[in-house]
């Protein structure tokens, strides 16, 4: 799903091309997180695991980041590359149950872009563990 400021941000680069407010190194960063979604949303309601390695998973805006651009029913998705999430020092703190994507690599001061679905089953990565993952926008 895409959020308020998402939908802002979209608009302000497709028609106005306005580049000032994504992040100056040209990526967007891709999140685990345990939100139930609301279109409202900013990435200060974002809960994410904390430490043990967990980071944000940069992906640049470029073909490199997001290789696929595809026809899909009735609309087109585009799909990131993949990116492996690891638990590194101990157990993720929390169970996560969706991706998000947002503007900054770390904090809560960029913007959040939009949700995935809810994983079927949520997950609490372990120490040593990693799940890989891409992200897939679908418009219509």
Do not use: H, W
């Not at 992906?59 to 026809?71: I, Q």
């Not at 492996?84 to 157990?91: K, T």
């Not at 939009?114 to 897939?136: D, E, H, N, R």
């Amino acid at each position: 799903m895409i959020v308020d400021e998402g939908e802002e941000l979209f608009l302000r680069i497709l028609f106005q091309g306005d580049e000032t407010v994504p992040v100056t190194d040209g990526n967007y960063y891709l999140g685990l997180c345990n939100n139930a979604i609301d279109e409202a949303q900013t990435l200060a309601d974002v809960v994410e695991p904390k430490g043990n390695g967990y980071a944000r998973q940069a992906l640049s805006r470029s073909a490199a980041g997001f290789p696929s651009v595809v026809k899909s029913g009735n609309g087109f998705t585009i799909t990131s590359k993949i990116v492996n999430f690891r638990a590194d020092g101990g157990d993720f703190d929390i169970e996560v149950n969706r991706l998000f994507l947002c503007t900054s690599e770390t904090g809560t001061a960029g913007k959040l872009l939009s949700y995935s679905a809810a994983m079927f089953t949520p997950i609490k990565l372990k120490q040593g563990a990693s799940i890989p993952v891409s992200y897939v926008v679908y418009l219509q």
